[in-house]
Nanobody
Framework: QVHVVESGGGLVQPGGSLRLSCAAS????????MGWYRQRPGKEREFLAS??????????DSVKGRFTISIISRDNAKKTVYLQMNSLKPEDTAVYYC??????WGQGTQVTVSS
C-alpha cells in the first residue's frame, strides 16, 4: 500500500508563488513516476505535471513555464515531490492532487488565488 499526502496549499494573491509538497510512503519501490493534478470548480480533474524517479518531467501546456515539478527519492521508503507554482492567476484556483503512478491519490490541498 502507498500513502500519499499533499501539503502547502493556501491563499495567495495574483502574481504570487506557492510551493506544494507531496510525500509518498509505504510500498513505493515500484513507483516510477509521480504527478500533480488539479480540479477547478465545476471542471474535470486535469493533469499538470509529472516526474519520473530519474527526474524526467512532463508538463501540461497550460502551466509550462510557470510551474516546476521536482522529486526527491531518499530511499525506497519515501518519495517527496514538489510543485513550484509562480505567476499564479485566479484561474489557478483549484484543489491540487498528487498521485503516485496515477493510482495512489492524496486527499488534495486547496489553492486559492485571489486579491
Amino acid at each position: 500500500q502507498v500513502h500519499v499526502v499533499e501539503s502547502g496549499g493556501g491563499l495567495v494573491q495574483p502574481g504570487g508563488s506557492l510551493r506544494l509538497s507531496c510525500a509518498a510512503s509505504g510500498s513505493i519501490v515500484s513507483i516510477t513516476d509521480m504527478g500533480w493534478y488539479r480540479q477547478r470548480p465545476g471542471k474535470e480533474r486535469e493533469f499538470l505535471a509529472s516526474v519520473t524517479s530519474y527526474g524526467v518531467t512532463n508538463y501540461a501546456d497550460s502551466v509550462k513555464g510557470r510551474f516546476t515539478i521536482s522529486i526527491i527519492s531518499r530511499d525506497n521508503a519515501k518519495k517527496t515531490v514538489y510543485l513550484q507554482m509562480n505567476s499564479l492567476k485566479p484561474e489557478d484556483t483549484a484543489v491540487y492532487y498528487c498521485a503516485a503512478a496515477t493510482y495512489y491519490w492524496g486527499q488534495g490541498t486547496q489553492v486559492t488565488v485571489s486579491s
